[in-house]
Nanobody, 121 residues
Framework: QVQLVESGGGLVQPGGSLRLSCAAS????????WGWYRQAPGKQRELVAR???????NYADSVKGRFTISRDNAKNTVNLQMNSLKPEDTAVYYC???????????????WGQGTQVTVSS
């Protein structure tokens, strides 16, 4: 019922910038938070950034000062602006929503299919 679709990934040189977007389709009656995760080959999936309903945000130490997460409630999208990219940022980036589809539905996580970000010279 709820589908998250990421876009904006690609190849960028070190020091460059990239903006990821996540579009949500389907009904979401209540969202507790939205986030971006990433997973590099051979590594565990890790939290990159999260924005809590109401505004507060948090970031992984490795991306603080470089990445910015934002939400557009009207358009039901979440974005991740990535600046000063480093080779170690290379990974598949996943959009996540902690939400309820209806008022009485259980709270659960929804995931997108991921978008590849490659930082290389």
């Amino acid at each position: 019922q709820v589908q998250l679709v990421e876009s904006g990934g690609g190849l960028v040189q070190p020091g460059g910038s990239l903006r990821l977007s996540c579009a949500a389709s389907g009904s979401i009656s209540l969202s507790y938070s939205w986030g971006w995760y990433r997973q590099a080959p051979g590594k565990q999936r890790e939290l990159v950034a999260r924005i809590i309903s109401g505004g507060p945000t948090n970031y992984a130490d490795s991306v603080k000062g470089r990445f910015t997460i934002s939400r557009d409630n009207a358009k039901n999208t979440v974005n991740l602006q990535m600046n000063s990219l480093k080779p170690e940022d290379t990974a598949v980036y996943y959009c996540n929503a902690d939400a309820k589809t209806t008022l009485l539905a259980p709270r659960r996580d929804y995931w997108g299919q991921g978008t590849q970000v490659t930082v290389s010279s």
